[in-house]
């Protein structure tokens, strides 16, 4: 059967930490979800323009469920392959466009 979301993107959510009940700061909390996806890579050097006009280079075009969440620019992403092994050694990602579709949603990063 033909998988259409192969490969996996997880979210990495920042929560801040504040204080304990003696004033002490506590450190920040890293979360993270994960999403099914498909990932396309950019070996064209290709630009994607959005709607403000400006035109971006991207690395990586991911398509996503169309119910999937909402993501800004600026949200940070881990990308996985086909073997569950991350993309370019963990590094994140951050996002640069995102557009929901009639029958999916796009990611640029």
Not at 73 to 101: A, C, H, M, T, Y
Request: with cysteine.
């Amino acid at each position: 059967m033909l998988d259409f979301r192969p490969h996996k993107l997880q979210v990495v959510l920042f929560a801040p930490g504040g204080y304990d009940e003696d004033g002490a700061p506590l450190p920040d909390a890293e979360s993270t979800e994960e999403i099914p996806c498909r990932i396309e890579s950019n070996g064209s050097a290709s630009q994607v323009r959005f709607e403000d006009g400006v035109a971006h280079n991207y690395s990586y075009s991911i398509y996503l469920d169309h119910d999937c969440r909402t993501f800004k620019v600026g949200d940070k992403v881990r990308l996985f392959g086909l073997d569950g092994q991350p993309l370019e050694n963990s590094k994140q990602f951050e996002v640069i466009g995102f557009f929901r579709n009639q029958l999916n949603a796009r990611l640029w990063v």
